[in-house]
């Protein structure tokens, strides 16, 4: 969809912003360019829409050769959203993000129903943002709106340059997010200018690492921080590697420990019956259609007098069960399952197939986070699936 051949700008005082690069980005798929401050990543982003020309080489649009295309025209195919979002000040956030159905002769009310679209898919609600004024709106918010402009006239290209990099970490993290299931539904050809590996990491499927003006390595993340190409590569992304991976380590079904399962509906003396059997100290409860509800302890509290292990332990297990908050849906990553347990003071989480359906999967547990990404390291460096690994040693302490 893009492609470099050969480019490079150098500036007349001597400089060499970029310096021979070649790399292609398929369609749909979103790339991110990393590296420290001044290295290239915007002259890089800003010779796609023309607002910096090369001075070798060739760029490529679905094949056709950027130069030859008015570089008017070349805009209007290409989606652009900055850090300094430039939004009109004396616009509403709907006339704004009509912007370019409207430079592109679109009939007014087709415009605005585009953006009033667009606005809710950003997670704007446009009957109370879209009559608003950007001053009205919070860093996140103006954020938002720029990448709804960007995706007005349906560009097949998008080019975000540090689009998040002027909120807090907090807005930030969310923005990322929610870009991320935007991207799953638009599917837009993406390059990304950063200069957080984080943020790399997460959002590319594959990134380019910049060192002065050239690419030292382009490969997906898992790649990136399993084995960084170069000694530069291995310094930027930083000695905490490991860390980073977990954001970008999926949880998968074979990670999980299969702990005790009751119902609901079950009686206690059953159920407590069953944790004895195991040996556990817990069990899982589902509802009738194996929906996690929560969790039960050997001992529930207030069950004291008749221990749950005796035959006197009365009623059903709905009566002693627990919510259980700390859960996840499968396919999430391994970064964002340590941070559960975390925020939840959990020793183990709870993973279901998806959010909708709400069935119960397994549980992870510290122990298996830690060989999840240990059998993910070593899937990367053998190539073979992380399902194939297999480890010496398995590191788990339970009771059992
Ligand atoms: N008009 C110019 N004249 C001379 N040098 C320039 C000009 N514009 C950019 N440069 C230089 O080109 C190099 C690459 O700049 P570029 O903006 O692409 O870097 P960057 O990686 O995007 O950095 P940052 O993360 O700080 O935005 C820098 O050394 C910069 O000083």
């Not at 790399?200 to 990136?224: C, N, S």
């Not at 240990?374 to 399902?387: L, N, Q």
Request: charged share 25%; aromatic share 6%; hydrophobic share 40%.
């Amino acid at each position: 969809m893009i492609r470099f051949e050969h480019v490079s700008k150098r500036y007349p005082d001597g400089t060499a912003a970029v310096d021979d690069l070649s790399f292609e980005v398929a369609r749909g798929e979103l790339v991110t360019l990393v590296g420290p401050s001044g290295c290239g990543k915007t002259t890089t982003m800003k010779m796609v829409n023309r607002l910096i020309e090369p001075t070798e080489g060739r760029i490529f649009l679905d094949g056709d050769d950027i130069s030859a295309i008015d570089p008017v025209q070349l805009r209007r195919r290409i989606g652009y959203v900055i850090q300094q979002v430039g939004l009109f000040p004396h616009r509403t956030v709907l006339e704004n993000t009509a912007t370019v159905p409207h430079l592109l002769g679109w009939k007014r009310a087709k415009g605005r129903a585009r953006a009033a679209e667009l606005l809710d898919l950003v997670g704007l609600d446009p009957s109370v943002y879209g009559d608003r004024y950007p001053e009205q709106l919070s860093g996140g918010q103006r954020q938002r709106v720029g990448v709804a402009r960007a995706l007005a006239a349906d560009p097949p290209v998008l080019l975000m340059d540090e689009p998040f990099g002027a909120v807090d970490p907090v807005v930030r993290d969310r923005l990322q997010g929610e870009f991320l299931r935007l991207q799953a539904a638009v599917g837009k050809t993406v390059l990304f200018v950063t200069h957080d590996i984080e943020e790399a990491v997460r959002l590319g499927d594959r990134i380019a690492v910049y060192g002065r003006g050239r690419i030292e390595q382009f490969d997906a993340p898992a790649a990136v921080l399993g084995a960084p190409a170069t000694p530069y590569v291995a310094d930027f992304v930083g000695a905490d590697r490991g860390l980073k991976r977990l954001s970008v380590t999926p949880i998968e079904e074979g990670d999980l420990e299969q702990p005790p399962v009751v119902h609901l509906d079950d009686p206690l003396a059953g159920a407590a019956a069953k944790l004895a059997r195991a040996g556990a100290r817990w069990a899982v409860v589902l509802d009738s259609e194996d929906r996690l509800h929560g969790w039960i302890p050997a001992a529930p509290s207030g069950a004291q007098d008749t221990a749950p292990d005796t035959p006197e332990a009365s009623g059903t297990v709905r009566e002693h069960a627990r919510r259980m908050e700390a859960w996840l849906p499968v396919g999430a990553s391994l970064k964002q399952a340590f941070a559960t347990m975390l925020q939840h003071d959990a020793g183990w989480i709870a993973v279901i197939d998806r959010e909708e359906t709400g069935r119960f999967l397994g549980v992870l547990t510290p122990a298996r986070l830690h060989e999840a990404l240990r059998r993910s390291i070593d899937a990367d460096g053998r190539a073979v699936p992380r399902t194939d690994v297999e480890l010496e040693t398995i590191s788990t302490v339970t009771r059992r």
